[in-house]
């Protein structure tokens, strides 16, 4: 497999042990997740399950952010403490994200990690990176740039663009650049009792230091894959990568790896511009797995453009795969249950099953390419709709057809709770066999009694050129 290492700037083949450990960073709890949350946690949540279904274990480590800034706000805003907010969003992202079918991996959040992050400062005093200064009550603590050479490396930023880019005014740094490690408390802290004890006084981590500590923490340094959105690549990342060299002595990430925007109409989401779209708003207009589809219908590293109309369009797409899974299966029934019969095993069946779990592998091989993973599943949709039409099928290749594409949609998060078309009862088969009897007779009443009677049972009962189907209801 090949992915875009960030750090490189070039694509490169994923070399790793049968246990790969993979750190993404998540929300900052501070309110409800929009669809660029969702994008970042699906991609990564994909690429985990590709590597399981190639058999490795995939130790998979997200974050909370469960302390901060705009935690801080909300919390004085709302009078409450800045726990009882983030606990809020946390509880609706997992909500969010189990509707996505995205596995639950290690959460740590900052405040479970506070000790660890204290001495982790400590050490970066300690080894001449970072330096105290006073506050108004406290201390603060600054992680000085400078000290390292190859920061900027990850953002590719010459020092004239460092120079140029967003930065926290203050006239105790050493360097402009500085970022904080250590933010002492202010009165908004303690009203939100957003604050710990520590060296250098009431306080609390800055936002970069948690993700080097808990990274290190559950995977050790260095690790196989750290993942985020692009927007964290600076500041967070490259701080994130300056105090880990600078603890470890050594690169902590050995793939870098990004995923791109979501933007609304062409342009970025941002609470300024008043187009933020949250998942759960998505979540009452259309099903998790549908919304997943669209999160995946554009490679992870361009951006993807969310519109009623995009997501209308991967709508469709999404139940034309799920109703081919599901003819499969209807044919699987019909067949098992003696209402149909089998034709001589059909080789092209065959062939276009196999080539589906090729072309899948390649496009999956190549930098997680899920457009042309469902263009693979599209083209196989097609043909065996076509095969399933003409008849030409037999149940040892039917099977495998099916086995088959559930098992790729899986890799892919889609279909996690379809539930199997069962195979029918004598007395059943016997009711199908006179209702088909009825209709040809013309007796349209004792036909409608019979479909009528497995609605009752939780059957829908399907007319076909090749006789009657059924799924559940």
């Known amino acids: 497999m090949r992915v875009y290492n960030t750090l490189t700037k070039q694509k490169e083949e994923l070399k790793v042990e049968k246990t790969v ?34 058999g490795h274990v995939v130790r998979y480590v997200q974050n909370f952010t469960d302390v901060d800034d705009k935690i801080v706000r909300r919390a004085v805003s709302e009078g409450k403490t800045f726990r009882e907010i983030s606990e809020r969003y946390i509880t609706a992202y997992r909500e969010d994200m189990q509707k996505l079918n995205v596995r639950e991996g290690i959460h740590p959040k900052v405040t479970e990690n506070i000790e660890e992050i204290i001495s982790a400062i400590s050490k970066l005093i300690e080894k001449g990176f970072a330096y105290v200064v006073d506050g108004e009550r406290w201390k603060d603590v600054y992680f000085h740039v400078p000290s390292l050479k190859s920061y900027g490396k ?48 009431k306080g609390r981590p800055g936002w970069h230091i948690e993700c080097s500590v808990m990274a290190a923490k559950y995977l050790n340094v260095p690790f196989d894959v750290h993942g985020g959105g692009r927007d964290l690549i600076f500041p967070h990342h490259e701080n994130e990568r300056a105090q880990s060299i600078a603890l470890f002595g050594i690169e902590p990430v050995r793939y870098w790896i990004h995923s791109d925007f979501v933007r609304i109409k062409g342009e970025k989401m941002s609470k300024s511009l008043g187009n933020i779209v949250r998942v759960k708003d998505v979540l009452r207009m259309y099903e998790g797995e549908v919304l997943r589809y669209f999160l995946l219908s554009a490679h992870y590293r361009t951006a993807l453009d969310y519109s009623e109309e995009a997501i209308e369009k991967c709508r ?158």
């Open 21 to 54: 450990r993979v750190y993404v960073c998540g929300i900052t709890a501070y309110d409800y997740s929009h669809i660029g949350h969702a994008r970042c946690a699906v991609v990564f949540d994909t690429l985990r399950r590709y590597l399981e279904w190639k």
């Open 154 to 201: 990850l953002s590719g930023m010459s020092l004239e663009e460092l120079n140029r880019h967003r930065i926290e005014p203050d006239p105790r740094k050493k360097d402009e650049k500085d970022f904080a490690l250590w933010k002492s408390a202010k009165n908004e802290d303690i009203q939100a009792k957003a604050f710990f004890n520590s060296p250098w006084g």
């Open 316 to 473: 469709r797409a999404y139940e034309y795969i799920k109703n081919t899974v599901e003819a499969i299966d209807m044919e699987i029934a019909a067949l098992k249950s003696g209402v149909a019969n089998a034709s001589n095993p059909n080789s092209e069946m065959r062939y276009i099953t196999e080539k589906l779990r090729e072309r899948f592998t390649e496009a999956m091989e190549d930098d997680l390419n899920t457009p042309l993973a469902f263009a693979a599943l599209h083209n196989f949709a097609n043909r065996i709709n076509k095969i399933l039409r003409d008849g030409n099928f037999d149940l040892g290749n039917l099977k495998f057809a099916f086995n088959t594409i559930k098992d790729v949609c899986s890799v892919l998060g889609l279909f996690e709770n379809y539930r199997r078309i069962p195979v029918l009862g004598e007395r059943q088969v016997e009711l199908i066999k006179e209702r088909e009897l009825c209709r040809k007779e013309r007796d349209f009443e004792r036909a409608d009694f019979i479909r009528n009677k497995f609605r009752e049972m939780g059957y829908q009962l399907i007319d076909t050129p090749r006789g009657t189907r059924w799924r559940l209801i």
